[in-house]
């Protein structure tokens, strides 16, 4: 469907405002079941709080046709408590990057190092939330993460299992 500048239209209960002449889809980015693509998110309550950080992983590059390894956008979370790492310092968090490397490990960190200062969106149970080759399943007071390569995590209060 084509829009004129300065339309407004409702589609499939979709109200919608345009500026500019686009097409328009009201249909999976609109979704209830969607996935989000917040940079940080925690679940109701903000028992765990999740956000994007660099990790260590793994990512094939197509122009050498090779797995590079290295620190890359990855998951970051915490809750209360965790487990920590062995003889850290600072908070423990849990990190999972993208690819066969990435594992999901545990850090102390003496802050949190996410990329983007943002306040973490509220995510309810049922939802999911997916980007960078990490997608995590939001439960009540929970979450389960997992990426490409088949490792991930689960983290509540007082529990994390390890994938």
């Known amino acids: 469907m084509r829009m004129r500048r300065g339309s407004l239209i409702r589609v499939k209960s979709c109200l919608v405002a345009t500026g500019l002449s686009i097409g328009l889809s ?11 693509h917040a940079t940080n998110f925690e679940t109701r ?9 660099l990790v260590p992983g793994s990512r094939f590059d197509p122009g050498t046709l090779t797995t590079l390894t290295g620190r890359w956008p990855g998951l970051q979370c915490s809750a209360p408590g965790i487990p920590r790492a062995s003889g850290g310092a600072g908070d423990p968090f849990v990190q999972l990057g993208q690819g066969q ?28 939330w997916a980007l960078d080759g990490v997608s995590c399943s939001i439960r009540a007071g929970s979450i389960a993460c997992h990426n490409s390569g088949g490792h991930g995590f689960t983290l509540a209060a007082g529990h994390l299992t390890r994938h």
């Open 26 to 36: 009201c249909g999976g980015a609109l979704a209830a079941g969607a996935p989000s």
């Open 45 to 53: 309550g903000g028992v765990v709080v999740c956000g994007i950080a």
């Open 101 to 128: 490397a990435g594992r999901a490990r545990v850090v102390d960190l003496s802050q949190n190092d996410l990329l983007y200062d943002r306040a973490p969106v509220a995510l309810a149970a049922g939802r999911t």
